[in-house]
């Protein structure tokens, strides 16, 4: 392609694609939640249901027929056609712990990327109702409407900090997540992707994980920026598919610039 | 009152009053999810919002008009009558930092103690549209239906770990948790009083928390109890009004066992 970044025109497309995309998937997560599901262990030791492969196969189906011309980066299935421009980047259900423990924060994610940047994200949390939707030089939208958008919180001792676990850092890393949390207002652990919809609601101020994979983050930057908070790796970078999965995401800039120094030299 | 525990038809009755009070309670509190609300921080530094107390204010009008002799302990509102046979326990939002913050996982919990002792107990939802409901000798109802009940797990290495927070235990409180969570299958945190709806579907099969009040695990008892989950304290005991606070709640009586010997002194 010869454009520097999506035309309008293809993102509208794109737009309506994606949202088909977990229009897709919602049915076939949501028809194993809370029922008895096979649960395997993952080399890495993330439990992977049939339920998590299943839903990325609805997905990459619409995919091959809708766009058999991208490249797609799946969190169960592999990764096809990564040296296109356009990828799609999928995490079938983010929080497999909260899936299988019949916790309604799993979420489906869905991001294109254009040359390694995500242009589209889409947090979608199929038991709750509730969808995100962000796109490069659009508002965010929540179930079809502007989100809230982010408090207006520019001090950390104001700041309301979440993440998944604190089991998530160990050494230098737990330390640096340690000394930034207990400098918050308060801290709250678990919820998965769905912490990054806080931001966008207005509710998180700051989430802080690390070691994400592509699947796991791409899709939170459009929606994110979308409606003014930040979203950086730990050096304070943008995120592209080749970063490193080290997480900062705030509602303003200032609480990023108030975040970063705990986090330097800790991006490798 | 002359019985020893309450008769079938006055707990016919007071179901009926339970459900009216979680009804009532429901748009009360959902007026104020995800609206700016004022927040104060009280003496023992948990975030208070009008919220709450308009919450409980709606509860006790409707305690007050429907059984008037009845007695009332609220987290807000203090208490009165305590020395009654029949005393409701009202948390009006628990969870509040999951409220202040949006996050769809508080919950209102109602209890009805008679003698100090748990008979019924409501554990409800109102952003996820649940509710979880207990009475002495009945089966546990989840939205009106029988619950799945918990799952049949009886070895540690098969458990799934829930706790609130990593920062609710200290010393050798938090040792303890360390050591009997990690024992476990995974260890999940966040959640407050949905983790233990979430063992009564089935999803979470040991919930650990310390230092609750009697709003906080009253309306516990009933639940867990009605679909043959175990909640006791940390010595092994039936939980009362008076109870310190200190819970163990699981999904058997084995796991139950398997985990005690974990907490063995610390109760107070």
Same mark, same amino acid.
């Given at each position: 392609?010869?454009?520097?970044?999506?035309?309008?025109?293809? &993102?509208?497309?794109?737009?309506?694609?994606?949202?088909? &995309?977990?229009? /897709?998937?919602?049915?076939?997560?949501?028809?194993?939640?809370?029922?008895?599901?096979?649960?395997?262990?993952?080399?890495?030791?993330?439990?992977?249901?049939?339920?998590?492969?299943?839903?990325?196969?609805?997905?990459?189906?619409?995919?091959?027929?809708?766009?058999?011309?991208?490249?797609? *980066?799946?969190?169960?299935?592999?990764?096809?056609?990564?040296?296109?421009?356009?990828?799609?980047?999928?995490?079938?259900?983010?929080?497999? /712990?909260?899936?299988?423990?019949? =916790?309604?924060?799993?979420?489906?994610?869905?991001?294109?990327?254009? @040359?390694?940047?995500?242009? #589209?994200?889409?947090?979608?949390?199929?038991?709750?109702?509730?969808?995100?939707?962000?796109?490069?030089?659009?508002?965010? #939208?929540?179930?079809?409407?502007?989100?809230?958008?982010?408090?207006?919180?520019?001090?950390?001792?104001?700041?309301?900090?979440?993440? =998944?676990?604190?089991?998530?850092?160990?050494?230098?890393?737990?330390?640096?997540?340690?000394? #930034?949390?207990?400098?918050?207002?308060?801290?709250?652990?678990?919820?998965?992707?769905?912490?990054?919809? &806080?931001?966008? #609601?207005?509710?998180?101020?700051?989430?802080?994980?690390?070691?994400?994979?592509?699947?796991?983050?791409?899709? *939170?930057?459009?929606?994110?920026?979308?409606?003014?908070?930040?979203?950086?790796?730990?050096?304070? @970078?943008?995120?592209?598919?080749?970063?490193?999965?080290?997480?900062?995401?705030?509602?303003?800039?200032?609480?990023?610039?108030?975040?970063?120094?705990? *986090?330097?030299?800790?991006?490798?």
């Amino acid at each position: 392609m010869a454009f520097d970044t999506v035309p309008t025109d293809a &993102l509208d497309d794109f737009l309506v694609l994606a949202n088909d &995309l977990a229009d /897709r998937a919602r049915p076939v997560s949501m028809s194993y939640f809370r029922q008895p599901v096979p649960i395997e262990i993952k080399a890495d030791e993330s439990p992977v249901t049939r339920a998590d492969r299943e839903t990325e196969e609805a997905i990459r189906e619409l995919l091959a027929k809708r766009v058999p011309d991208h490249g797609i *980066l799946g969190e169960e299935h592999g990764q096809e056609g990564l040296d296109r421009d356009l990828v799609w980047v999928i995490d079938p259900i983010d929080g497999t /712990r909260a899936f299988i423990t019949g =916790t309604p924060l799993f979420g489906t994610l869905i991001a294109l990327a254009y @040359r390694g940047r995500p242009v #589209l994200g889409i947090i979608d949390m199929p038991a709750l109702n509730e969808r995100f939707v962000g796109a490069v030089g659009r508002p965010t #939208l929540f179930n079809g409407k502007p989100v809230p958008g982010p408090r207006n919180v520019t001090r950390l001792a104001d700041a309301q900090f979440f993440t =998944t676990s604190p089991d998530m850092f160990q050494g230098a890393d737990r330390a640096a997540m340690e000394n #930034l949390s207990r400098d918050c207002r308060f801290r709250r652990f678990g919820g998965d992707c769905y912490n990054y919809g &806080l931001i966008a #609601l207005g509710g998180a101020d700051i989430v802080l994980e690390r070691d994400l994979k592509p699947y796991d983050f791409m899709s *939170l930057v459009p929606v994110l920026e979308g409606c003014g908070a930040s979203i950086v790796d730990w050096a304070g @970078r943008p995120l592209s598919i080749t970063s490193s999965g080290q997480v900062l995401a705030t509602a303003t800039t200032e609480l990023r610039d108030a975040s970063l120094p705990y *986090l330097d030299r800790l991006e490798p």
